[in-house]
């Protein structure tokens, strides 16, 4: 390892372990100053990205709890990549196992509704499936029909009220307090907005079978105890049309 490469490695490793005197051991054999203040700008930069990603969370648990939270992430993950719109991915399960934390259990729940807001926001735009395709299908293709279901959309099956507790949060109002409340939820964008909705149990496993690409036939399998099986399945597929679930 030639010199260089050996400074790097140390201050680099001074600066995410929070060392100052390994930081400034570092610079020293570079011949810089001034830097100390990466031991500090480094968690605090980690710390922002976490609030822009988890507002709502917050705004609960107020300003110096979330640092707090946010500080315990960032001392056990370090950031791997060069962006950082995906460094809060595990926030929520880490959130989860700090059993020391009261409400870890929900608030762990909020930061993963949070985090799938951002990613439907985020998610790549793809062109939309119009009507008029699956109307020009031959009947004997609709039963091996493959829908391909939007990268936007996100299903989760979520066992608190945290979509009510985020909506209050986030409108500046008292949030209800958290309550039990096992639903699948569907988070999708539609016109440059990120939407979420509960769900009935028939559409969500339509919609979690056509994610996994199979079959038309299959789908409608889950639709078989409603009063009129056919129409709801022309029901949900239209409706997946409407809210731009489709694309193609």
């Known amino acids: 390892m030639s010199v260089l490469a050996r400074i790097q490695a140390e201050l680099q490793a001074a600066v995410l372990a929070g060392d100052v005197r390994g930081i400034a051991a570092a610079a020293e054999c570079a011949g810089v100053s001034g830097a100390a203040v990466y031991a500090?700008?480094?968690?605090?930069?980690?710390?922002?990205?976490?609030?822009?990603?988890?507002?709502?969370?917050?705004?609960?648990?107020?300003?110096?709890?979330?640092?707090?939270?946010?500080?315990?992430?960032?001392s056990v993950q370090p950031s791997h990549s060069r962006s950082l719109r995906g460094y809060g991915r595990?926030?929520?399960?880490?959130?989860?196992?700090?059993?020391?934390?009261?409400?870890?259990?929900?608030?762990?729940?909020?930061?993963?509704?949070?985090?799938?807001?951002g990613e439907a926001f985020d998610a790549i735009d793809e062109?939309?499936?119009?009507?008029?395709?699956?109307?020009?299908?031959?009947?004997?293709?609709?039963?091996?029909?493959?829908?391909?279901?939007?990268?936007?959309?996100?299903?989760?099956?979520?066992?608190?009220?945290?979509?009510?507790?985020?909506?209050?949060?986030v409108s500046g109002l008292t949030p209800p307090a958290p309550a039990r409340e096992e639903r699948v939820w569907m988070v999708w964008r539609q016109d440059r907005r990120v939407r979420f909705k509960p769900?009935?149990?028939?559409?969500?496993?339509?919609?979690?079978?056509?994610?996994?690409?199979?079959?038309?036939?299959?789908?409608?399998?889950?639709?078989?105890d409603a009063p009129a099986p056919a129409g709801r399945a022309v029901e949900v597929l239209h409706e997946w049309l409407c809210l731009g679930l489709l694309v193609g």
């Open 127 to 169: 062109s939309r499936l119009d009507g008029a395709t699956l109307r020009g299908l031959a009947h004997a293709d609709w039963a091996t029909l493959r829908l391909r279901i939007a990268r936007h959309v996100r299903v989760l099956a979520l066992t608190w009220n945290v979509p009510a507790i985020r909506v209050a949060a």
């Open 199 to 224: 769900l009935a149990q028939d559409y969500a496993n339509a919609l979690a079978d056509a994610t996994e690409g199979r079959e038309f036939a299959s789908l409608c399998t889950h639709f078989a």
């Open 90 to 117: 595990g926030f929520a399960a880490c959130l989860a196992r700090l059993t020391d934390v009261e409400g870890h259990a929900w608030l762990a729940e909020l930061a993963r509704f949070e985090w799938a807001l």
């Open 40 to 74: 500090h700008a480094y968690r605090a930069r980690l710390c922002e990205v976490l609030e822009l990603d988890f507002p709502a969370l917050r705004a609960i648990i107020g300003a110096d709890a979330f640092t707090d939270l946010a500080l315990r992430y960032v």
